[in-house]
């Protein structure tokens, strides 16, 4: 590990190229989105329930589509993943008094959405998939568990057949917290249209993108009903039904659902291309890893990966924090999952003010204990992240190739 022709140790860098930024569908944004802006502009529909044009809007279509790629009965886009994920919480009548399961390694997102809502959010481990450990459920189990959220997190399926297995022992339903994997699937389902409910965000560094946009996916047309009510308030004008009730307001713009509608149709050759770089680095690194003593994190399905990562995991962290450091010396930035003096609102430890059960309206929630999710703080300490870019060239992958084969080929050395 003191090879001084590592560029950690001050020898030249393995990575050449400067690589392509970490936007997948942000950095394919061309004519086709440009056209279709520039086509809504013209028209000044930008609101897509009415306008000086008349028709289907551009959000409406982007619904239509985005429900046959997920396999759906229904689609509604909305304004953020965070929107949806409360959206989701709120059509399944979820609020104070009630308790909804995260897991440790999520964007605060998913446990800030319940505290939205007004519910209590419970932590659960991860396993060595770096999602939901099927496992680790049943124990947060309570009277009070009103959903399970589950989270694709870095384009990798949960285990859902054993997920959605405990849930419906329990007859709890499941949200699938989709926001890191649009397009992804589990043993040939997409991911998000497993559960009661999936969730979607459409942000900039998401896979595709309309910088600000989230969506929500459910095969139950009342649930599906009841999340129109919740992000539109006006949206009992056209819905007869007992249950009916106001909210507040997520809708999408006709301006993203511009820029998203085309995003959609470059969807598959994005995953493609995400994954067959990562089907590359894997193989040609697979020795190495291995004598290394690493290995690659749990794929619960791995033709469904989404592709945009590739996850190592270590013997322990201080190696994971030296093969991260290393690699990112080579010029292929890499991160350790957990670092506890590092603040990343991507693990529970992080998480702030909701340790202490603080909201807008001060302590309104139990506190959390850190000792709940230590398992998934070890796990993500020694797992090791990369991110896959559908626009590396040949040979950019041929230098992440040479970074790791150096890189883990030192701790080989060593170890
Ligand atoms: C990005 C993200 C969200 C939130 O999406 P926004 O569109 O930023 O609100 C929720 N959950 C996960 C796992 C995410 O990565």
Redesign the pocket.
Same mark, same amino acid.
């Given at each position: 590990m003191d090879d001084p022709r590592l560029a950690i140790n001050g020898g030249p860098k393995a990575v050449t190229d400067d690589l392509p930024e970490i936007y997948p569908g942000g950095m394919r944004i061309g004519e086709e989105e440009i056209a279709a802006v520039t086509d809504t502009l013209r028209t000044k529909r930008l609101f897509r329930f009415y306008g000086p044009v008349e028709g289907p809007s551009k959000v409406e279509a982007f619904e239509v589509a985005a429900a046959q790629v997920m396999g759906t009965k229904h689609a509604l886009a909305v304004n +953020? !993943? @965070?929107?949806a &994920?409360c959206i989701a919480m709120a059509a399944l009548g979820i609020g104070p008094g009630d308790e909804v399961i995260v897991p440790a390694f @999520?964007?605060v +997102? +998913?446990a800030a959405a319940a505290t939205t809502v007004g519910a209590q959010p419970v932590v659960a481990d991860v396993d060595e998939s770096l999602t939901l450990d099927p496992t680790a459920i049943e124990a947060r189990i309570t009277d009070a568990t009103k959903a399970i959220v589950v989270?694709h997190?870095r384009g990798v399926p949960a285990d859902m057949d054993a997920i959605l297995e405990v849930a419906n022992r329990h007859g709890i339903p499941v949200i699938e917290?989709t926001? =890191?994997a649009f397009g992804a699937s589990y043993k040939g389902r997409r991911l998000g249209s497993m559960g009661t409910l999936g969730t979607y965000? &459409? =942000?900039f560094?998401?896979i595709i993108t309309c910088g600000? !946009? !989230?969506l929500v996916v459910t095969n139950d047309t009342d649930l599906y009903e009841r999340a129109q009510m919740f992000h539109d308030v006006a949206a009992i004008e056209e819905l007869d039904r007992p249950d009916r009730f106001v909210a507040t307001v997520s809708r999408m713009s006709e301006l993203q659902g511009a820029v998203i509608g085309e995003q959609l149709k470059k969807l598959e050759p994005i995953l493609a291309d995400c994954r067959r770089h990562g089907r590359t680095i894997v193989e040609r690194t697979a020795d190495v890893v291995a004598a290394a003593g690493c290995r690659s994190a749990v794929e619960n399905d791995p033709e469904g990966l989404a592709g945009i990562s590739k996850i190592w995991l270590a013997p322990d962290a201080a190696t994971a924090q030296w093969v991260a450091e290393a690699l990112s010396a080579e010029g292929c930035e890499a991160r350790a999952l957990f670092t506890p003096s590092a603040s990343d609102l991507h693990d529970a430890s992080h998480w702030g003010p909701l340790h202490e059960g603080v909201s807008w309206r001060g302590k309104s929630f139990r506190e959390m204990d850190a000792a709940a999710w230590g398992r998934s703080d070890e796990i993500l300490g020694r797992a090791i992240h990369i991110d896959v870019m559908p626009d590396l060239t040949d040979a950019q992958v041929d230098q992440v190739v040479e970074a790791v084969t150096r890189v883990f080929g030192a701790v080989a050395e060593k170890s």
């Open positions: +953020s !993943g @965070t929107a &994920l @999520t964007w +997102s +998913s989270v997190m917290d926001a =890191q965000s &459409l =942000q560094n998401k600000e !946009g !989230g």
